[in-house]
């Protein structure tokens, strides 16, 4: 797992906070990001409509709209009203921006290139360095036939690979691990974010789950939050890893044939179920994903498998309603790379949690 990049800040004693307060730079970039996120959620508006829901003078919407429409972020388009007159209304330009994630494999990797509207407008995959490395540097340069990306979002295994990191020198570059890429394509472009926050399982060679809760995505006071792989229900049972992983499905189905796959499935599904119910006793989660390197018809059988098991639960849980029930992936046809394409948006155009 590589290292995530952590940013250092000094914090001021309450008193010089409370003096000094917001800049306006900060309230004037806080605003800007607060009018993106409100045309992404909810489409073209005029300016009386963002005003009333952002609780801002039209005089101050007509500001923040005039440096996104500089920015290239925002159109301007006539919206017919009741009367002979037409309002103006103002949506996010889908090609304003685009946002790049990148998987990197210990020989080659991933990319995908996504724009505003949450579309995936490039994806490669290469199985060898130099074909990848040239490839992302067209993308990174602006030469693949879309702008340079505003930012990167990489998950990466390897630690000191200078070559590959040096390749974004200049932009901004975020490091995540998998299940937080993949929570950051659900948050913006997928399920939402839930009341309670949203837990994803991911079900690769590893057994992984990641939190965002609030906004926030949950790392640990060490980073390694969400590497439940090692779960041992009892002294007796075996780990997630071992009985749960996509490593498990494979290795189950070369000595067993393809006919086992229900056997793998029932023991797979006890497994995850008791993470799933240890997680919820924790932190109660909104909503569980589950998701992976399995076949779909694999992940969708395991899926209502935990469900009849989480029924089971009822006879000596009372109650069990507190036990979410785990749906799949909103996107399961796109990988990693797709939520780390995402996260620069997050982190450079949305709002920042409290």
Not at 147 to 171: C, Q, T
Request: glycine share 12%; hydrophobic share 45%.
């Amino acid at each position: 797992m590589g290292r995530r990049l952590v940013r250092h800040q000094t914090v001021r004693p309450l008193e010089d906070r409370d003096a000094q307060g917001l800049s306006p730079e900060d309230i004037a970039d806080h605003n800007g990001r607060s009018v993106s996120a409100l045309l992404l959620r909810e489409g073209p508006q005029t300016r009386q409509e963002l005003a009333a829901r952002l609780k801002l003078t039209e005089p101050a919407i007509t500001g923040i709209l005039q440096r996104l429409l500089a920015a290239g972020l925002v159109c301007k388009g006539n919206r017919q009203t009741a009367t002979r007159y037409k309002a103006a209304e103002f949506a996010l330009v889908p090609s304003g921006a685009y946002g790049l994630g990148v998987e990197r494999y210990k020989n080659g990797g991933c990319f995908a290139l996504c724009n505003l509207a949450g579309d995936r407008v490039l994806c490669e995959r290469f199985d060898e360095d130099d074909a990848f490395l040239a490839a992302l540097s067209e993308v990174v340069q602006g030469k693949a036939g879309f702008r340079i990306p505003i930012g990167v979002g990489v998950v990466i295994s390897i630690d000191h690979d200078h070559e590959f990191m040096a390749l974004f020198d200049g932009l901004p570059c975020f490091i995540l691990s998998k299940p937080e890429a993949v929570l950051a394509g659900e948050r913006l472009f997928g399920i939402g974010e839930p009341e309670g926050g949203l837990v994803a399982v991911l079900i690769n060679d590893h057994v992984q789950a990641g939190l965002t809760i609030n906004g926030r995505f949950y790392r640990g006071s060490h980073g390694r939050a969400g590497a439940i792989g090692g779960m041992r229900p009892g002294l007796a049972e075996g780990t997630l890893d071992r009985m749960a992983s996509a490593v498990s499905y494979r290795n189950f189905i070369a000595v067993h044939g393809d006919g086992a796959v229900d056997r793998w499935i029932e023991q797979a599904s006890v497994h995850l179920l008791d993470s799933v119910v240890t997680i919820a006793g924790f932190i109660s989660p909104g909503a569980v994903l589950l998701g992976g390197h399995l076949p779909a018809d694999v992940i969708d059988r395991l899926i209502a498998k935990i469900a009849d098991a989480r029924l089971g639960k009822e006879r000596y849980f009372v109650p069990a309603a507190w036990i979410p029930p785990v749906h799949p992936l909103s996107f399961a046809d796109r990988d990693v790379a797709y939520g780390a394409a995402i996260a620069p948006f997050i982190e450079l155009l949305l709002p920042k949690p409290n």
